[in-house]
């Protein structure tokens, strides 16, 4: 003999943005932390189904709001996004600041160890790697994250630099990094991706510094 | 009044993968052509839809075959998927020879000018493209293009090199040419996404060739 269903889902993922059958809140604020319950839904809806396909109701569900309340807090998709790529970037804003300070001989250096240093960390690779991958697979995502990237990376560490073209200097040293990003920890290709960080670090540092100084 | 549905469809997308209604052909090997227009098929619907969607049953209908015909062809899904990798990377598996034959003083810049050449055209570019989506959103297909992206062009380009490590050396390089790809075709960062190719070329096959020449 068969269990009748009772109609009440199970436990099923504590805090996911997939639990149904609990009430939104409907305090007309979504009441304390409704901005930061959106954001960390959203951030888990865009990294589990990529921008194309994030729903706004899931990620009202995962807040325990209403769905009207998250644009209110953020305002159409595209900008929920943009809230939850400066999130995955936080880490990596420091970096231009980590790359400047200190002399201009061994920029390269510390721009190579702080980038591959935010990667080889899962903590800060998962959610960027969640980022890059609705960037490469939808339009207005990748404009988000260029936008933000450029603004807020590219440009600072260009502006810093003495050479001739900075900004194109600087997107030259981080194509060699974002590529090394692509083999190592996306693709996975042997024997980059085993390949001792120091080693890494050896043989890359010296471009950067390159493309950086304008050898 | 609302007009009836007759439960014919409209004439939808001419030849796509989504057309239905057309009886699939009886043959048993699905008649003259039937390989060739599955995989044409397979590669418009791992284009559109991605690895993880792409659905059997809809490269079967662009194909006016029965399904059990595709896997009869190709075997199970990751098959498809690496035949389809091949059509798109064929234009790419002529770099070894171009990049080789040639002195090694100057295997950087023809590295340089063969990949970047490849992804400057729009013909060779978008099927590339719609392949590294699909390896960026999916682990089973990142393992199949990871496969023959090393066997047929990083350890065949690293034979040849005479060097310490000629794999890593050669990936490395690879790597700088993918981040100059992923900025200036995917995320489209100004200023490298509008740079004259002969100017990526001055800065980018330098680098390149200190990676292979290991200097």
Known sequence: MSVPRTGEEGPGKPGGPRKRGRPARTDADGGPGARERILAAARTEFAERGYDKASIRAMARGANVDPALVHH????????FAAAVEVALAPALEGPDAVLKGGP?????????????????????????????????????????????????????????????PELRAELAAAQLIGVVMLRYVIKVEPLASAGLEQLVAQVAPVVQRHLAGA
């Open 105 to 165: 001989d061994t920029a390269g250096e510390r721009m190579t160890r702080f980038f591959l240093g935010i990667w080889e960390a899962p903590d800060t690779r998962e959610p960027l790697l969640a980022i890059v991958r609705s960037a490469v697979a939808n339009e207005t995502a990748a404009a988000v994250f260029r936008n933000l990237v450029t603004s807020r990376l590219m440009f600072r560490i260009a502006g810093e630099l003495d050479v001739a073209e």
């Open 73 to 80: 807090y953020f305002g159409p998709k595209e900008q929920i």
